[in-house]
Antibody, heavy 117, light 107 residues
């Protein structure tokens, strides 16, 4: 079965960077699209961007350009998201989700990132 | 960016009641609308895709419809396990955008 396992919670200082992971199994990762989302607790969900594992091609929400960088490692079927120059406004739960056509049937469990000094 | 206006923001309903949630798209998005249920501390779960198709394993009391740029999610007979927050998502054009969410509670 399809599984997306995200890395554990992070506590990071302002100005630092963090790299989140999303390890997949149960499907052909190398021909799939992975999206990342941000959800501040109590708020709606924002789409950060998407990466095609086949060639590493990416598309970003303009709001997150310069903030998030998406990469993949096809040898381990893992997607990554780097978040840079973190501020308290980046404190949120981040989800990875596999895109199927124009919807998202499979999601990771989420990674809580807390930015605090 | 395409705006998704979701209503109501919150809804209190009784067991077995019919519940309807709507999303209005700011422009044509075709059938590229999906609905998700999210419970506290969990990731969103796909309910409806392509505006009207039921996702695998989702009870048949859930249904989706479309009228122009207005999309609706209907729960025909509310059950306890349906309590949560519901979101619509347009994935017609980037950036993909969600509605603000509808918090569904039991009366």
């Amino acid at each position: 079965q399809v599984k997306l396992q995200q890395s554990g919670a992070e506590l990071v200082k302002p100005g630092a960077s963090v790299k989140l992971s999303c390890k997949t199994s149960g499907y052909t990762f190398s021909t799939s699209y992975m999206s990342w989302f941000k959800q501040i607790p109590g708020q709606s969900i924002e789409w950060i961007g998407m990466i095609y594992a086949g060639d590493g091609g990416t598309g970003y929400n303009q709001k997150f350009k310069g903030k998030a960088t998406l990469t993949v490692d096809t040898s381990s079927s893992t997607a990554y998201m780097d978040l840079s120059s973190l501020t308290t406004e980046d404190s949120a739960v981040y989800f990875c989700a596999r895109r199927s056509h124009h919807w998202f049937a499979y999601w990771g469990q989420g990674t809580l990132v807390t930015v605090s000094s | 960016d395409i705006q998704m206006t979701q209503s109501p923001a919150s809804l209190s309903a009784s067991l077995e009641e019919i519940v309807t949630i709507t999303c209005q798209a700011s422009q044509d998005i075709g059938n590229w609308l999906s609905w998700y249920q999210q419970k506290p501390g969990k990731s969103p779960q796909l309910l409806i895709y392509g505006a009207t198709s039921l996702a695998d394993g989702v009870p048949s009391r859930f249904s989706g419809s479309r009228s122009g740029t207005q999309y609706s999610l209907k729960i025909s007979r509310l059950q306890v396990e349906d309590i949560g927050i519901y979101y619509c998502l347009q994935a017609y054009s980037a950036p993909y955008t969600f509605g603000a969410g509808t918090k569904l509670e039991l009366k």
